[in-house]
């Protein structure tokens, strides 16, 4: 088996990265979308994540897509560019596999090179292991939205995990 490899997404592997995201809706841990999402409707957010401020990146193996990671800006106003959110997605057949941790790692070390000194993971309360795969790299919760999302008739909390990050040098 070959190495897994991290590079900045194009906008031909969007249909992979929609994909991976949709194989995540039936679980109701991970995304507060219902439906799957369509190709169509991700090209603006696809188109926001510049490779020289807020990077997509996709994890492969083989020429397999196996997840990507994202930093997203941080509600859209100048004051907080220095803090952006993280969101990471996985094949299923990647799942629980330390794949997460691995990425994750490499958020935060890449993340001070495009001025990000500040990264925050937004996580359903219920998913316990998105919870201590944030929590494992020092992440601390610095919100409790209580019952904001509505998953199948049942109220879930969303929690903000925030972490500080060393500066660039």
């Known amino acids: 088996?070959?190495?897994?490899s991290l590079r900045l997404a194009t906008r031909a592997d969007l249909p992979a990265i929609v994909a991976i995201y949709n194989s995540t809706i039936?679980?109701?841990?991970?995304?507060?979308?219902l439906e799957p999402v369509s190709v169509a409707s991700r090209e603006d957010w696809f188109a926001a994540h510049s490779p020289d401020r807020?990077?997509?990146?996709?994890?492969e193996q083989d020429g397999h897509m196996l997840g990507w990671i994202s930093l997203s800006d941080f509600y859209g106003r100048p004051a907080y560019n220095g803090?952006?959110?993280?969101?990471?997605?996985?094949?299923?057949?990647?799942?629980?596999?330390?794949?997460?941790?691995?990425?994750?790692?490499?958020?935060?070390?890449?993340?001070p090179?495009?001025?990000?000194d500040t990264l925050l993971g937004f996580i359903f309360g219920h998913n316990?292991?998105?919870?201590?795969?944030?929590?494992?790299?020092?992440?601390?919760?610095?919100?409790?939205?209580?019952?904001?999302?509505?998953l199948d008739g049942v109220r879930r909390d969303l929690i903000i995990l925030g972490k500080k990050l060393a500066p660039h040098s």
């Open 54 to 59: 807020r990077p997509l990146w996709v994890a």
């Open 1 to 4: 088996m070959s190495e897994i």
């Open 113 to 116: 090179a495009y001025g990000v």
């Open 128 to 150: 316990a292991a998105s919870m201590k795969l944030f929590q494992h790299f020092g992440f601390a919760e610095w919100a409790n939205l209580p019952q904001v999302a509505v």
């Open 83 to 111: 803090t952006a959110e993280v969101s990471i997605y996985l094949d299923e057949a990647c799942r629980g596999r330390g794949l997460g941790r691995r990425l994750l790692q490499e958020a935060i070390e890449r993340a």
């Open 26 to 33: 039936a679980g109701r841990m991970v995304t507060a979308d």
